[in-house]
């Protein structure tokens, strides 16, 4: 077996959906109707794919509020000091300074516009 996706509530996954796309190299491959609006984003390598939907019925969890490391979508990158300025500039906010770890990975924690933690990351050695 493989995990196919994984899914998180948000307020308004349109908005959410053309931020990642824009922004963090997501691509929206299907989206369902309203009032739910079930979006599905797929990495820019086709590997990795996140569903996110509004229920009106339930309360979207307050993200913001949460410590990063409860909760967090960590995203490879080339460049950490330079995709974080990027992100900052699109409505990031950051979270902490640029981590620069002893084994040679560089970490950075930032949260979305809707309070979501983005980490973003290179490693020394890639893990997968």
Not at 31 to 42: E, R
Not at 80 to 92: H, I, K, S, T
Request: contains cysteine; negative net charge.
């Amino acid at each position: 077996m493989r995990v196919e996706h994984v899914a998180f509530m948000v307020d308004d996954p349109n908005a959410v959906s053309e931020w990642y796309c824009a922004n963090l190299g997501m691509k929206q491959v299907r989206q369902g109707p309203g009032p739910n609006f079930m979006t599905f984003l797929a990495d820019d390598g086709g590997n990795v794919m996140f569903e996110i939907y509004a229920n009106p019925d339930v309360p979207t969890p307050d993200y913001a509020s949460q410590d990063p490391l409860i909760l967090h979508l960590a995203f490879y990158s080339e460049n950490v000091d330079r995709d974080r300025a990027r992100l900052m500039e699109a409505g990031a906010t950051p979270v902490g300074d640029v981590w620069h770890r002893e084994d040679g990975d560089v970490l950075a924690m930032l949260r979305d516009p809707w309070g979501l933690a983005v980490q973003v990351l290179s490693r020394k050695a890639p893990m997968l």
